[in-house]
């Protein structure tokens, strides 16, 4: 079964058909981690792994994926903008506007050697990869 936030929800946040609840306007870390990543065409791109934090703002900076179509799996991440996904709430999943072809050259690192996601460097290149801006604090 495919995660989603309605399954990955332990506190029944979303369980009410009533309107009431956080989402999707405000939705729990917990429920987004281990969802799938898609693009328009339908097909899925990865999970997300984990969220990277800006801490100053509380802003979330950028979504940490596992990629089904690389084929090193396993072993290389993908740190996405958080600004380049969008969330489906009828499907119940993320959507990235990206083809797979252009997703298999995205940048990947090591799952042991991070990058140093503060770098505006790296930052300035990732974003413009996936055509997002960064609005990091100076």
Do not use: C
């Amino acid at each position: 079964m495919e995660a989603t936030y309605v399954t990955q929800d332990k506190f029944g946040m979303y369980a009410g058909t009533d309107g009431q609840g956080p989402g999707p306007g405000i939705m729990g870390a917990g429920t987004l981690i281990g969802n799938s990543v898609y693009n328009a065409h339908g097909e899925h791109l990865g999970d997300i792994e984990e969220f990277m934090v800006e801490m100053t703002s509380g802003t979330i900076r950028y979504a940490v994926l596992s990629a089904l179509a690389d084929a090193q799996a396993g072993t290389h991440l993908l740190a996405v903008p958080f600004a380049a996904l969008m969330l489906d709430g009828n499907r119940h999943r993320f959507v990235l506007h990206i083809t797979r072809d252009a997703f298999r050259d995205a940048p990947r690192f090591d799952t042991a050697h991070w990058p140093s996601m503060a770098d505006p460097t790296w930052a300035q290149e990732l974003h413009r990869f996936y055509g997002t801006t960064s609005s990091a604090p100076p």
